[in-house]
């Protein structure tokens, strides 16, 4: 495949551009935002997976969180590969960062919850 037809491979966005014709303004400083914005998702993920973890205690229901945390998560994949806007972008990764800190903690407890049942002998 030439070198000139690669770039249509890259996904465009609804409206004819892609997010990727802005990556040379974004990654003027592209380690230090790039650090800076992971260890913030990082960062706010740990602190939300708490608040997820006592509300799926409360609540008793594990499966549901965790199929709309996934959903949502996917969506959000999806819909970041389209988009043509940096703002739209960041609002995508807000969600996913919301949604997957649902998720985490709720599939942790689940995994515990089926590992620790009592074996019945005999």
């Known amino acids: 495949m030439p070198i000139h037809k690669i770039g249509t491979l890259i996904p465009r966005g609804w409206y004819g551009r892609s997010i990727h014709e802005h990556i040379p303004y974004i990654s003027r400083r592209q380690s230090e935002r790039y650090g800076f914005n992971k260890s913030t998702t990082n960062f706010t993920q740990s602190i939300l997976q708490t ?5 799926s ?17 996917a969506l959000t994949w999806i819909l970041m590969a389209y988009t043509d806007s940096v703002t739209a972008y960041i609002f995508l990764v807000v969600i996913q960062t919301l949604a997957a800190s649902a998720v985490t903690p709720v599939w942790t407890a689940l995994i515990v919850i089926i590992l620790h049942r009592p074996i019945e002998l005999g």
């Not at 608040?51 to 509300?55: A, C, H, Q, T, V």
């Open 51 to 55: 608040f997820w973890g006592r509300l």
């Open 57 to 73: 205690d409360i609540i008793g229901r594990r499966v549901p969180i965790i199929f709309f945390g996934s959903i949502i998560v």
